[in-house]
């Protein structure tokens, strides 16, 4: 065995380095291992094509803790983020809905469909403000556990009493937000399918359910947690969202934590059902009384770890955690940018700044989803693309660009061929139906990269290719994630911990998974000690 520490974590994404930057800041020697050559994870910036470069998995920030930003002293390492523009929302039919943050102007926009849900709209936004304020202080806070081990825990969960008992007044909203569907959630308050299908899109973003499938309506309050609190919780990094977590590792290097790239784990070594360290795949085994696991459920309990040492009813939750991604990730090299037909040509517009929606109407997506979930790709299906270079034109060469584009309801398992085989056509697809709103994208395009969800398995290491860690439905959250009892960072092996996007809170680049995951160990360290 070589190299003793007392931490080490397994994969260098952003909960990762945060879970080492805490850990080593604490004075734990801790050790960072990531597979690939360089740190990131899902969070990276990678050369696609000669001189254009494009963030393969998460391609804007949002809602990365306000304390990581000042811990890690991020700004002063040189991170910028550019605030996004409007996004502007296309149908088939050949409407047009720009939203964005001045609400004055969405209320003029909304109107064009409807003077009700113009009126509507600025006291949907309030409300849904006003309950996301209520949940946002939970991603800080472990998710309160049967399995309590002590007063810490007992006093986590009186902070979730006291957090219930301060939004008490909105409870039952919070819990119809939780259980309804999007579309029926949104139903009770527009009557435009413009603007229920503008609001509800996100309700299909990673995973197979359809706006009318009840629990999606919570990914509205998801939506407005990640878009409250201005620039550095919602835009594009410059440079690439890979800059975050580059800085990232800086300062984890910076407080004494060890980072390996190029470091694959094979598997994490137990004795006595105890995690003491892990093998690499080189043949080198490293020791630490404590492994914490930034890869998702699936993989570290079915890949990493032996089955042996878990018991069979975790195995078996383990093995039905819905962690299947649905989307394909396109990105284009392109000469210029294109434009929307009939719309203004010539310079950045303002849609160029933000990102847009190709959008079907909700009971479209329905359908669409339910094609995914019987293995089919669907096609139409809902797109959202974005222009990175016009906020950083360092990612292309001078005077061309790069989209990044997300096709959804494009199921990982398969009914029939495989992805290897049909991914350039489905790619092939996609563009013919952006052409119907760019019509020069076409001739514009230099270079693709087109990731299916397996690529994406295969790339970033996410199983299912799911970039959330699993589903983000009432039951995988909370108290319920990755499986009930054991949610606290905690596993039944012990000294393995979880840190990745499959804990409480869940996804997006938030760091709270990591730090709330170190602050468990730190705790389990200190008690272990007395």
């Known amino acids: ?97 720009y939203l964005g943050d001045d609400m004055s102007e969405n209320v003029r926009e909304t109107k064009r469909f409807s003077t009700h849900d113009a009126l509507t709209l600025p006291v949907f936004e309030e409300d849904l403000n006003e309950l996301a304020a209520a949940v946002m202080p939970a991603f800080d806070r472990g998710a309160p556990n049967a399995r309590s081990r002590g007063l810490h825990e007992l006093r986590d969960a009186a902070s979730w009493g006291w957090l219930g008992w301060r ?111 892990v093998a690499l795949t080189s043949g080198q085994e490293l020791r630490a009384p404590i492994v914490i696991s930034n890869a998702d459920p699936k993989r570290t309990f079915l890949k990493l770890c032996d089955p042996a040492d878990l018991p069979a009813g975790f195995l078996d939750k383990i093995r039905n955690y819905r962690c299947d991604g649905t989307s394909i990730k396109i990105n284009l090299a392109v000469s210029a940018l294109p434009y929307v037909r009939g719309l203004p040509e010539g310079g950045v517009q303002p849609y160029h700044t933000g990102i847009m929606e190709l959008n079907g109407f909700n009971a479209d997506m329905d ?101 959330l860690h699993g589903d983000m439905s009432p039951d995988q959250l909370l108290f319920l994630r990755p499986a009930r009892g054991w949610a606290n960072y905690r596993t039944p092996l012990r000294g393995l911990y979880l840190c990745g996007a499959g804990t409480h809170p869940g996804g997006g680049v938030t760091g709270a998974n990591g730090q709330n995951a170190a602050r468990t160990v730190l705790r389990d360290a200190k008690a272990a000690r007395r």
């Open 167 to 277: 939004h008490r007044k909105r409870s039952v909203d919070l819990a119809y937000l939780f259980t309804t569907s999007v579309d029926r959630y949104l139903s009770e308050r527009f009557e435009s399918e413009h603007v229920k299908a503008a609001l509800g899109w996100h309700a299909i973003n990673d995973s197979v359910a359809g706006p009318s499938t009840p629990g999606t309506a919570f990914v509205l309050l998801h939506d407005h947690a990640s878009g409250d609190g201005g620039l550095r919780q919602w835009g594009f990094v410059r440079g690439g969202i890979g800059v975050v977590t580059q800085r990232m590792a800086d300062a984890a290097h910076e407080a004494g934590c060890e980072i390996r790239t190029g470091a694959d784990v094979d598997h994490i070594i137990t004795e006595g059902n105890r995690a003491v360290g």
């Open 367 to 467: 359908m669409q989803q339910a094609q995914a979930l019987v293995g089919i790709p669907a096609d139409p299906a809902h797109i959202e693309m974005c222009f990175p270079t016009v906020h950083d034109p360092s990612l292309a060469p001078e005077g061309k660009h790069v989209i990044t584009i997300d096709v959804n309801s494009q199921p990982y398992t398969l009914a029939e061929g495989k992805w290897d085989d049909i991914k350039e056509d489905r790619a092939d697809r996609v563009i013919n139906s952006i052409a119907e709103y760019f019509p020069q994208l076409p001739g514009l395009i230099e270079h693709r990269q087109v990731l299916s969800p397996l690529d994406l398995e295969r790339l970033i290491g996410l199983t299912g290719g799911h970039a």
């Open 1 to 97: 065995m070589e190299g003793r520490y007392e931490a080490i974590v397994v994969g260098g994404g952003h909960n990762g380095l945060v879970a080492g930057f805490r850990l080593a800041s604490a004075g734990m020697r801790t050790l960072v291992l990531e597979r690939r050559d360089f740190v990131g994870g899902a969070c990276v910036t990678e050369e696609f094509a000669p001189g254009f470069r494009a963030s393969t998995g998460a391609y804007v920030l949002s809602m990365l803790r306000e304390d990581l930003w000042r811990d890690m002293r991020l700004v002063q390492r040189g991170v910028r983020v550019d605030q996004a523009g409007p996004t502007l929302n296309l149908y088939p039919d050949g409407a047009r809905y």
